[in-house]
């Protein structure tokens, strides 16, 4: 596998996996209730690691990556499901960004 994907390289890798399965993707209230849960799941590792709450000695090593990962991939899960592609959805919304909010931060 390489190192670098484009978000529709990764949407496809992603599809490859489903597609294998006679059940295909969740409906759009099921990955929307695992994306929930994902970012549950990242929020404890964050506190884990930033906050005050450590990991107890018995519980299963994870690691922010692997929950951002999970993410990652429901966000692809759901975006193919919708048939909606992501790189252009992202280059749309940083446009968004880089006209209503130019003078928002103070630039470096």
């Excluded at 709450?53 to 975006?79: S, V, W």
Aim: proline share 3%; with cysteine; charged share 35%.
């Amino acid at each position: 596998m390489k190192n670098h994907l484009t978000i529709n390289e990764m949407q496809k890798i992603v599809d490859e996996y489903i597609s294998q399965f006679k059940e295909g993707y969740f409906s759009p209230l099921a990955l929307m209730a695992r994306l929930t849960e994902e970012t549950g799941e990242l929020a404890r590792e964050v506190n884990h690691y930033y906050g005050e709450k450590p990991k107890r000695k018995d519980e299963p090593h994870n690691t922010i990556d692997m929950e951002l990962a999970d993410c990652l991939f429901i966000l692809a899960c759901f975006a193919n499901s919708l048939d909606i592609d992501l790189e252009k959805a992202f280059f749309d919304m940083m446009e968004k960004f880089n006209t209503r909010d130019i003078d928002r931060w103070t630039k470096k």
